[in-house]
């Protein structure tokens, strides 16, 4: 039987190194060569700064490289790293605590819309292969003084070389990495383990931190509590669904010609999300921090827009056929639709999003109390937009039928896409048609606001997620819709003519906390008019 003679300790570190950088960085190397030139000062400058990941890694390995942590630390790092660059190389993604966050909080339908033929390869040739071989790969220890003084000749043999490195090329390793803080964000493993400790300590801080109150003089003004009639205002999560794309916005294709029909909708141009991931995007719209102060533990740990609501006496709801609602709506009813078993709308254990509107008309007949209902989409979730909408919305064809993005055309790539919004149209005008039938009994406001946007190939990204001040304007360009009933004008004070006028006003979902509680009539501390989009066109807050 062939026998491996055993390796030191240090050989397979330096071993392991190397095949971290080459095996799993593609992304990161294809980076590199477009921002350094291929003349001879960049060759030089491309060598330095592989030698530099390198001896980084190469240290990092050698202080943990103890008899029982080294392999089962090499295993681990090798199969978790080669689905990470699969995800990488597919998506154009970059990996840092938000997209951790974003993974770690998605749903089962999701992570099955992610699994592919070419995922399990990647799992095969890149993480198992070599896990295997590193388990049966024998490694020699010397004793543990002589190990210890073998780690600290090779950990100064690094750390030497990391500074020669540097002080060589400080002009342009210091140009390259000032101008270009993205790389960072592309180095596997490197990357998602920074993102790891991150998420684990904003977990750990928020779970040892008191729920923290805010809004606790919330009360509605003395006029809407004198209404002669209920009201029903319905706020739309979208999902992923980007401006450039909104028929309404001004896009080629008429993607929204229902709501275009529709009297009384009103589309807003200049609409930016507060983060590029859901797991952002919802908690901070929902919140008062605004996107520059949002920190995620903070939002996990105090109250948002819907218990200042629900404090001001009104009913608050959470229909969701989408991945939960991030902690948002922890405090109010919450009904989960999206594994439901209707024939029409569900299969494959997913619906569409027409089944948040079942129900809604009894609801409405029913209604006890002024009452705010959230509808939280699937809307246009990738990367298998196909299975977003039903048959008979594929309007825009050939469309791709994969989740590996980057092997489908970008035209079938964009019908696909294009016809979740034509679907998103239909819910919305749907939705309208219902609260317009029901106006007789009660007045009834839609706002439509997608979480964020979506990449479709454009600077070989796809999906979303990326970091927001490296992210391109087609995953934070955004839509906000909205349409009320005359009763609804009539009941608070709402000038749509005056909306009208102000449609291209730069906003954003910093927007959304203050704007409900202006349109509601919540009297509140923790209200902002500055940040009501609607305070100019209603009379009713303006004068508070």
């Known amino acids: 039987m062939f026998k491996v003679k055993p390796l030191r300790a240090e050989w397979v570190t330096l071993i392991a ?10 992304v990161l190397w294809q980076h590199v060569f477009s921002v350094i030139p291929g003349d001879g000062q960049g060759l030089l400058l491309r060598l330095a700064f592989a030698l530099l990941v390198v001896c980084a890694f190469n240290f990092i390995l050698t202080l943990l490289a103890f008899k029982p942590v080294l392999k089962p630390l090499l295993i681990t790092l090798f199969m978790v790293s080669a689905g990470v660059a699969y995800f990488m190389n597919q998506y154009g993604v970059m ?25 399990g390869a990647y799992i095969l040739l890149l993480g198992v292969l070599p896990a295997l071989i590193v388990y049966k790969l024998p490694i020699s220890y010397r ?3 002589r190990e210890l003084l073998s780690k600290l000749v090779v950990s100064v043999a690094c750390v030497a070389t990391l500074g020669g490195v540097a002080l060589v090329n400080y002009q342009g390793l210091a140009s390259l990495f000032r101008n270009h803080h993205e790389l960072r964000l592309m180095i596997v493993p490197s990357n998602y383990i920074g993102a790891t400790v991150a998420y684990a300590r904003e977990q750990i801080g928020s779970a040892s931190m008191p729920m923290r109150l805010i809004g606790e003089d919330a009360v509605r003004a003395k006029s809407a509590q004198q209404h002669a009639r209920k009201s029903l205002t319905v706020l739309v999560v979208g999902e992923s669904l980007r401006a450039q794309n909104f028929g309404l916005l ?5 993607t929204t010609p229902e ?3 529709q009297d009384g909708v009103i589309a807003f141009s200049d609409v930016h999300s507060c983060g590029t991931e859901t797991a952002v995007s919802v908690p901070c719209m929902f919140s008062n921090l605004t996107r520059k102060n949002y920190d995620a533990t903070q939002a996990k740990t105090q109250e948002g827009l819907l218990d200042v609501l629900k404090r001001a006496s009104l009913d608050v709801r959470w229909k969701d056929n989408q991945s939960g609602c991030k902690g948002t709506c922890d405090r109010v009813t919450f009904v989960d639709v999206s594994n439901l078993t209707d024939p029409a709308l569900c299969a494959n254990n997913e619906c569409h999003d027409e089944i948040l509107l079942q129900g809604l008309g ?14 939280h989409q699937m809307g246009s979730h990738g990367p298998e937009y196909y299975k977003r909408y039903p048959k008979a919305f594929e309007r825009f064809t050939p469309v791709c039928k994969s989740n590996a993005l980057n092997q489908c055309s970008e035209q079938s790539i964009i019908n696909a896409y294009d016809n979740t919004v034509l679907y998103t149209d239909h819910v919305l005008s749907s939705l309208i048609d219902v609260l317009r039938s029901k106006q007789g009994q009660v007045d009834s406001a839609m706002l439509y606001l997608s979480d964020h946007g979506e990449s479709l190939g454009e600077y070989n990204l796809f999906l979303h997620g990326t970091p927001y001040m490296l992210a391109p304007d087609q995953q934070k360009h955004v839509p906000l819709v909205t349409w009320f009933s005359e009763g609804y004008k009539r009941a608070y004070a709402v000038d749509t003519d005056c909306l009208k006028q102000s449609t291209s006003q730069p906003l954003s979902q910093d927007n959304l906390f203050h704007s409900m509680l202006g349109l509601l009539q919540v009297q509140t501390q923790v209200y902002n008019p500055q940040l009501d989009l609607f305070a100019g066109c209603h009379p009713a807050q303006a004068a508070r």
Request: aromatic letters at 8%.
């Open 17 to 26: 190194s190397l095949f971290l950088l080459l095996g799993f960085n593609q």
């Open 95 to 119: 990996i840092d605590v938000g997209m951790l966050r974003n993974t770690a909080e998605t749903n089962a339908t999701e992570v099955r819309d992610l699994l592919s033929f070419k995922l």
């Open 143 to 145: 004793p543990w003084h």
């Open 250 to 254: 001004g896009y080629e294709r008429d």
């Open 259 to 261: 709501l275009r029909k």
């Open 362 to 375: 009894e609801m409405i007949d029913n209604l006890q109390q002024d009452t705010v209902l959230v509808l």
